[in-house]
């Protein structure tokens, strides 16, 4: 396989839109990821073979078919990319070669073990995950994410339980919730913290839904189809601890006062085998940290995100981003980013002249700016209050379930030692954060105690260092003299 021109991390909606315009300006494009087949989560396909088969919606049959229409495209499916290296950012010396000049080299493991690929630009849109909110029982097994949930229905047509409550701030809890309906599932309730009147929109909002008749047309989908099962929707409601021995068979749920904490003398107890949780989403920024590109906290964004300038471009050079990396922003921005970022990414290859592409730009940023003004709306409404959310924990509440590290022992370790103020600094102190998810679990829970702890802002908390490997690859993948260098 020779060099290409661009590597696209991701195959969502944002990389499969990027991927189609560069292929179409001449670019060789190598598309890389983690699943077998390209969709995301959001468009996420069912395993060949699969029976029935279920097809992605039309949007998402638009964004294949425009990826694989392209000429130039490879896919590298099945493949985890764990570091961007050349930039000076660690690891540089890999393999003991320096990427060729003007280049970056994308380290890769997959079915053929780690691959180097070395690009004249990367283009990451690894998208996001399901924010972990910790409480007392939150680990028991049968306690998941909503998107985990959805990942069983959409792609292997599975029901991971027979009674479901679905608990969070999300409205994507609405559109799982109606899932689970069609596939059979006996949804017992769906609880949203947040207060009715406290989304209903003003003149802005109303104006903002202008232009986005097909999400609003889902959520109204997703209502009807809910009632007609007889499942209650309540709101001012957030699940306070999950309780069972040895899986999940009930949780505790209580009204929200005006601060967001559970108000006293309402909790109530609803038997479940399945609570999916679904508070939000986490930008995936760890590959675009450890490649050195420059992050800011962005709480209706998610967390941490993405720096970037008018064409998505990083502090790196000849590296960009698209999609949830640039905060969270569902499929529908994240596939108009991927395309501005791809016309950025062409300019600078010089496969597009500086006048071609802002013509070519200019209906995507108007585009941009329609929905930016709906999700800002969502946002506004929707966005997590983490720090009511962290009140929920107590000290024998499982903080990092990779290292066992509970609450209690941040705490004692912060009382024991008051100069710490860090994420790392506490990493180090109690091991949160050393596990296999290198963090993804805890981390939020973590910065977001010890900012309530110290008083410290979530800024000079920070986030643990990403480096490479971003995401665990066998040891025997990484003890190579050279690693195949994915050129001819």
Partial sequence: MSAPDVVVVGAGPAGLAAAAVLGRHGAAVTVVDEQEQPGGQIYRQPPAGF?????????????????????????????????????????????????????????????????????????????AYDLPVPFPGWTLPGVLTAGGVQTFVKAQGLLPGGRFVLAGGHPLLLVVAAQLVRAGARVVEVALVQRRRDLLPGP????????????????????????????????????????????????????????GQPAPGTDRDVPCDVLALGYGFVPSVELARQAGCAVAWDPPGGGWVVRHDEWLRTSVPRIAVAGELTGVAGAEQAAVEGRLAALGVLCDLGLLDERRSAALARPVRRELRRRHRFVTQVLDRFAPDRAALGGLVTDDTVLC????????????????????????AVKLVTRAGMGLCQGRSCQPGLCQLISTLTGRGPEEVGAFTAQAPVKPVPLRALAVGEAPRGTD
């Fill in 51 to 127: 029976t029935p088969p279920k097809a992605p919606a039309a949007a998402g049959r638009a964004l294949l078919a425009g990826a694989a229409a392209a000429p130039g495209v490879r896919w590298l499916a099945d493949t985890t990319v764990w570091g961007v290296l050349g930039t000076r950012a660690g690891l540089d010396g890999y393999a003991g070669q320096q990427p060729a000049p003007g280049r970056h080299r994308v380290a890769t493991h997959g079915p053929a073990g780690v691959r180097l690929l070395e690009p004249r630009a990367v283009l990451l849109t690894a998208g």
């Fill in 204 to 259: 802005a909002g109303l104006a903002a839904l202008a232009g986005a008749g097909g999400k609003i047309a889902e959520g109204v989908d997703a209502l009807r189809v809910l009632r007609r099962a007889g499942v209650p929707v309540r709101f001012g409601t957030v699940v306070r601890r999950a309780h069972g021995d040895p899986d999940l068979s009930g949780v505790t749920l209580a009204e929200v006062d005006p601060s």
């Fill in 401 to 424: 379930r990779c290292e066992e590290v509970r609450v209690g022992d941040v705490r004692r370790a912060l009382r024991a030692n008051p100069h710490l103020g860090t994420a790392n």
